[in-house]
Structures are given as structure tokens and as C-alpha cells.
């Protein structure tokens, strides 16, 4: 488990200023909503976490340190892990080798990482009988559930989700969001971004609302769902 | 909707004289190709053994291809970028070995213990081709990663002219005569046939060299971040992955490869200069293309294909059209399979439909 501070974040894309100083409490041990319309800069926020996007201005702490001197590749390590928008898997590997990519940087025994690969499988059972699948050719649910089971295969204590949802039918919306509650079970602290922003808020302690590039709401999930801003940005 | 005729029509309003041009040259090269096959079958000129001597000399020319059309593959997979300088490292690993070879000569070595000699001259050329692929990775490509994508091409360029003078320099300008080897010489018979023992060597060498590589990428951690960061770099180092030390290593490997190249050509052609490097990395790289380049079986399969159109076609279908040299005219040919293979399919035999960029 490991708690993220995030401090006057801001991001620029040349000219474009994308997050104008941001700040996001993620406690310890809990989910947290990081809601917002498209283009609000929910990804940019999550890509500039795991330093894949340069910082302008402000502050990462994870446990209370100041990552910025870590870069991005061994930000692994310390047990930050992203599933980026879009699942990003491998698509020429096999779901057996994109799992192990995703254990690429663990130092373990080979029985503890069979273990741990148990364990994945049945968080998501339907990877069992397809790993050695190419990941090219599962569905579009598959393929969420091997990006979530490839970033859990590197142990992380703070995950941080990027629309795991997004293009998923409502079946498997619920599926994916019953999964996101285990896996905080597990004793995972996780960063929750959604467009879907009832169903996160509704699984989220704590959430914040991006617009713009700015919080402009924050508080417990139920406060945020019952909140006039969110009825009238996500209602209509 | 898509019935021959309307496509046809289609095509047909659509055509421009480029098109016009392009298929009456496929016609008349197809056509040359056809009438030269059937008046050398006609008059056959070349017996069971001439035929089977092509077609082993083919195989190995091929093989040679193939291990540096591997390094320009295996680059441009994970970077997108041609190192023009693949080919002069290829060199540096035939001078390598040579000297190597020159020097087990000297102290006996290669006498009594053939084995051990080749062993040391694979050692030494793979070493030094890997080392100058890492070398020209930092200095000729990693300053311009986040530049201009024509940087590297001019640098890599740069480079090659660089190494080829260098060696030009270091070891004259006149061609270097490969040491003779008592237990390369000779024939073996195989299948009533007889064959060089250098080449079933350089063969036997070569397959296997492809079938390490084949396994390295395909079952080791190494290999498979290598394939991980040629799909998507960001996901690898989401994923941990440092992808600056995974270009490093696929630079190493293509080096080592190419240096084995180098070796198995002096063996085969018991000669090599300093500016060989350029007609062996155009040829390389065109089997690269070939097969579709960033695809490792691709690679291969592009560089036996241009071995055996260069070492068959002129006896196949040159000769029935009654050219005077048709051995002069070998890199004609093989240059003219090439534009024609990309005419008809650009993406080369194994090479995937370019997909389009992720935004
Ligand atoms: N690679 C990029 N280059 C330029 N602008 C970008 C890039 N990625 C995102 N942006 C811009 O940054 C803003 C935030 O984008 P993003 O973080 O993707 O939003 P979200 O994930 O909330 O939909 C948008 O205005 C978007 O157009
Ligand atoms: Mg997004």
C-alpha cells in the first residue's frame, strides 16, 4: 500500500497548457475518482505521475517522497504502476508473455511469481485457458482484463487505471468495476480514472473532477455524486 | 458491387500513364523472364551438377544475406530508423576474424586445432561487430533520438564513410587474402552430389547462428521486451522496461550477427576489403525490404530469396535469351526482383499493411 500527494501539477504540450496546477490526495489503502469530460487532462495527469510527460511545475510524492529524480521505467519498483488508456497490451506477445512483461522487473523466485501468477488468473479467469493466445486476438474485454492482470503481475501498491471501462459492454463494465474493489482488497491503493463517472465515484472514498486542466470539485465520492456540478455535467 | 468487370472499369478510369507504364513494364519484364526460362529449357546448357551448384551456392550467398539483413531488421523494428552504417560493421567483422585466423595461422593453431581457430575468429569478429553497432548506436543515434527523423539517416551515413576510411587506413586499400584452412578444403559428396566443405560449413554456420537468434527473441526476457518496445515503447516502460538499455541490446545482436556474416564471406570468398561493407549492406538491407522489413523471418526469408534469384537467375532465364556475360549481370537481376517484388507488393513478402500511427 503506498499513499500519492500530487502538488500544483502542471503540464504543457508546447504552448498548451494542459494541467494548470492540480493537487490530488490519494490516501493509503483507498480508491480515488479522478472524473472529468474528455479532454479535461485525466490521462495527462496519470502519463506525468509515472513520468512518461515532463513536468512544468509541482510535485509527485509517493509514501512522501519526491520521485522526480526516479524516471519513468524504474518508477516500476517502487510499486507505481499504470494501465494506460486504450489497454496498450502487446498484441503480437501472448497473454503468457505480456504477463511476464509486466513481472519484468521482479527480482523473485520462479515459484513465487507462479503464485503470483495463480493469483491473477483468478482475478480473471477467462486469461487461463488463453495464454498462449496472441493478445492481438481477444476481445476488447479480454484485453482490458490482460492489461489489469499484466500490471498486477508487477505487484504494485498504488495502481493507477485509465478508463478501464472505456469501449466495454455493460456487462462487463460491472465485471471490470466489481474487479477494480478487489484488487484495492488486495491491499492495493488505487487512482481511478473514468468518464464513466457515476459507477467510479459510487466504488470511490475520495474524488476529484478535472476541467480544463483544474480541479474544480473534490471530496467523498457520495458527497461528489449527489454534488449539483456533477448532476449538471454528467445529466445535462 | 465488387465484380471483376466494374473493378476493372474502375481501375481502368482511374489509371494514370504512371500506372499504364508500370504494368506494361511488369509485362515486358515478366515476359523477358518467361522467354529467356523456356529458350534456356530448350537448349539446355547446364547439367544435374551445375544446377545443384547454383543452387548451393545460392543458399549460402543467401545465408550471408540474411545475417545482416537481420541487424537492419531488427533496428528498424524497434526504432523505425535504417543504420547505414550495418554494412561497414559487417566489414570490421570480417577483418576481425581474419586477422584472428592470420594469427592461429602464425602459431600453428589453425593446423592443429581447426576448431578452436574458428571458434576464436567467431569469437573475435562478433565481439568487434558488436562493440562498433553499440558504438554506433551512442554516438550516431541516441543524440538525435528526439530530432529530426532524417538526423540519424545523415549521421549513420556519416559513420559508414567514418569506419570504411578508417579501415581503409588501418588496413591498405588492396584487397586482404583470408588464410587458407586445410580443413575447409576440399568436397564432400552429398546425395551423389559434390559439394565444397567450406560451404556446407558456412551453411551449417549460418542456419544455426539464425536458429540462436530465433531463440533468443523468442524465449528469453530479453527477446521479449525486445518485442515488447518494437510494438509500443510506452507501454513497455510503463511496464519497467528500459528501453534505451533494449536498443543497446538489439544494436549488439545485430552486430554479432553481421559479424558472423563477416567471418562466414571470407571464409566462402577467401577475400575481403575495406569497402565491401557498402555492396553487402546495400544487399542486405535489400533483403531486409524484401522479406518486409522490421520482420526477423522476413529478414531471412528475403535474404535466401535474393541468394538464389542472384546464383540461379542468370543460368535460368539469362542465358536463353542469348546475353553474352549473364554472370555480370547478376546484381542487375537481383536489383530487378527487388523493385519488381515491391512493384507488386510493397510491404515485401512477410511485411505487414504499415498501420497506422497510434495518436
Ligand atoms: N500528445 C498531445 N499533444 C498535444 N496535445 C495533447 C496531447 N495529448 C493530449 N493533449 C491535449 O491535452 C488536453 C488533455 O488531454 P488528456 O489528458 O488526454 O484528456 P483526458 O484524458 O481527460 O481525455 C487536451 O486538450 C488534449 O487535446
Ligand atoms: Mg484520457
Redesign the pocket.
Known sequence: MSSLQVEELCVA??K?Q?LRGISLQVPSGRICALV?A???????ALNAICGLRPLVGGRVLLDGRDIAAVPPHDRVTLGLVQVP?GRRIFGRLTVAENLAMGAFRRRAMRSELQADLDEVLTLFPRLRERMAQLSGTLSGGEQQMLAMGRAMMAKPSLLLLDEPSMGLAPRLVDQIFETVTAINRLGVTVLLVEQNAFMALEIAETAYV?QSGEVVLSGTGAALIDSEAVQEAYLG | MSGLLPRLQDGWRRATWVDVFLVALRLLVLGIVGYGFVAGLLHPRYGRDEWASFLVFGLVIGAIYALIALGYTMVYGILRMVNFAHGDVFMFGAYAACFTLIACNRNGLLATQPALSFALALLACMLVAAGLAILAERIAYRPFRRGRAMAPLISTLGLSFVLEYSARGMFGAQNKAFPSFPAIDGAVLVFGLSIPRVQLIVMLAAVLTMLVLTLVVMRTRMGTAMRAVAEDQDAAILMGINVDRVIVFTFALGGALAGVAGLLYGLVFKQISFFMGFFLGVKGFGAAVLGGIGNIPGAMLGGFSLGLVESLGPALFLEGIGVAAPYQLRDAIAYTMLVMVLIFRPRGLLGERLAVKRA
Open positions: 504540450y508546447g498548451i494542459a472529468g474528455n479532454g479535461a487532462g485525466k490521462t495527462t488508456e478535472l
